[in-house]
């Protein structure tokens, strides 16, 4: 059980207790995501989750842990004064003016992240959490399907992420897992090139970076296509994209580390002198967080594992010509990674 | 200017400087928004932008503050380093862990809040910033009509909200302002009953809580519809509702407090005895944030003064019967409330 092995956590450190504020950590300990937010507190005998009195009803039918109401944040922080915690773990994330009030209303005197436990239990998925990932991968596949289809010369890349979204939408998605990339010609060189008012033209390439949030988890996919007939330049670069994601998804595998995946997919790029033309790192965890642990770049020396689930997508891009991505999210398993996104890869 | 009016503020605070991380923040002090984000450190006589080498191109296009890049994180601790900061103005949002290695990294000693200062600006709109709320107002009126419209018995919620969020992304929206509420039947008693897939039945109430987010800003509006005839307690609530509303858009003018304004529209739900079906506040700031300063409620002091932009959203939940909201963006101007969103108010 996942509180259970917190509080374990909490009880080697030696602190008083562990509070937690983060909507995905939330999630991930009680089961219960209320909009207003909420407080978890675990103490090494005992949890108890304190959100706004709006949301107790729901969080009080959906949590696993013990559910308190607060109607102030006097009331909040009078709450967990009666914890009397002077050591407390905490989010890397929680705020500067949040930790003063602990500190000047609560009594807390000493802070300690919890980040390090929380990532070396989340970074392993579940059965159920590879399927919900699944659910949102198919979405992913669905959305670019629409993409495929839509994309012609004249038409805004507004207009086409605007379909893909209604379409993750129809089918189940709570939303787009960030806004989606449609980016069309010299914006295909740009990584983040959200959909903008341009039009598609002749002869672009496009890339559609695209994913869906589906019960709190997220999925992300890339492909890049060109309309019409590619020119050389263009079907250089894809071919090559292609080979290093398609390498370094057979060499996934339990044992090997985020960095040398990410030597991988590098490797190839720069065997063909693009190497300077691939700028960001070949993947990232997905899950609760569209971008966790581990990441897939030559900082992150973490070893993959079963139950892992990380993006491959390196890419090329070069300036005012264009860019090409291609992107699977992968499950490791025993037997190496499995592509949960499906979409073809092959450059149409 | 409003980096010049920051450093006024620090000097006379006695501060070294001041560090901005915040994503609004940036783009309300520099005029540009780094997808991989950005530090903005300001000294009494100096500012630059710190941002990642991916960024620095379109950062140095588009930020009135000049730009710096840095590579890793170590790069970015040496910059700011160099500026010998002991007292730091910092964010309240800025995290426990950024803050540790501003202590450890940096050699920060002390930490003071800037949130007051940036509060105080960013409360009043400019000319400039109105002319992108009014029209983050008017796609949101559109996507009212397209709910409207396709709003019938044995619809899914989520159907809706996805011909809505369509509807904004074609008109020009960068995406909704927040996740779109189609609440009908029993689940209108919700305030924040976010689309699902429950289909819409004959008689429901259908509570539409909208925005879009269009070029950094946000519109927010409510309508509520009954689907067929509206039963007589359904009138009811609904004409209490629109009297609170229209009261309080009445009422709103300079000189009077954010608390004044909630006490309008409170006054006149409790009067028909519904005070304790009214469970939120009356309003809140609208601009780079969906929620900002100042907040309609009992709590807030501050005065309303022309610039400001608010919501003004009275409701009435009753639980298991259904609810009834309506909201519209309005701005403060020197001769009372003017509407943003335009959207007929009537029962329909």
Redesign the interface.
């Known amino acids: 059980m996942r509180i259970e092995r917190l509080q374990k956590y909490i009880f080697e450190k030696g602190l008083d207790a562990a509070l937690i504020k983060r909507r995905e950590n939330l999630f991930y300990f009680t089961g219960s995501s209320p909009?207003?937010g909420g407080y978890l507190v675990v103490t090494p005998d005992e949890s108890v989750f304190l959100v706004p009195e709006?949301e107790y009803e729901?969080a009080n039918e959906t949590s696993k842990v013990p559910v308190e109401k607060f109607k102030t944040s006097m009331e909040l922080f009078d709450k967990l004064k009666s914890f009397k915690i002077e050591n407390l773990g905490?989010?890397?994330?929680?705020?500067?003016?949040?930790?003063?009030s602990l500190r000047e209303k609560v009594g807390v005197k000493n802070?300690e992240?919890i980040?390090e436990i929380i990532r070396e239990m989340r970074i392993i998925k579940t059965r159920e959490e590879i399927d919900v990932i699944k659910a949102a991968c198919k979405i992913a596949d669905m959305a670019m399907m629409v993409a495929v289809e839509e994309i012609s010369e004249g038409k805004r890349e507004?207009?086409i992420?605007?379909?893909m979204?209604?379409a993750m939408?129809?089918n189940?998605a709570?939303?787009?897992a960030f806004?989606t990339i449609v980016a069309s010609g010299w914006r295909s060189a740009?990584?983040?090139g959200?959909a903008s008012?341009k039009r598609i033209e002749k002869g672009d390439l496009v890339v559609i970076d695209e994913g869906a949030l589906y019960k709190h988890y997220h999925s992300d996919i890339t492909r890049t296509i060109v309309v019409g007939n590619p020119n050389p330049k263009q079907r250089e670069i894809y071919e090559i994209t292609l080979e290093a994601q398609k390498k370094a998804v057979e060499a996934a595998k339990p044992g090997m580390t985020a960095k040398g995946l990410d030597s991988v997919a590098r490797s190839v790029i720069e065997e063909y002198g693009y190497g300077d033309y691939f700028?960001?790192s070949t993947g990232h965890g997905v899950g609760l967080e569209i971008h966790e642990w581990p990441r897939v770049s030559q900082q992150d020396d973490t070893e993959l594992k079963p139950g892992m689930v990380i993006t491959i997508e390196p890419g090329i891009y070069i300036p005012k010509f264009g860019g090409v991505r291609i992107e699977d999210t992968v499950l490791i398993t025993e037997n190496g990674a499995k592509r949960l996104t499906k979409t073809e890869r092959e450059l149409i």
């Open positions: 909009v207003l709006l729901e905490i989010e890397e994330s929680a705020s500067f003016g949040f930790v003063n802070f992240s980040d507004r207009e992420a605007a379909k979204e209604y939408k129809i189940g709570e939303k787009p806004d740009l990584p983040h959200v008012d700028i960001h």
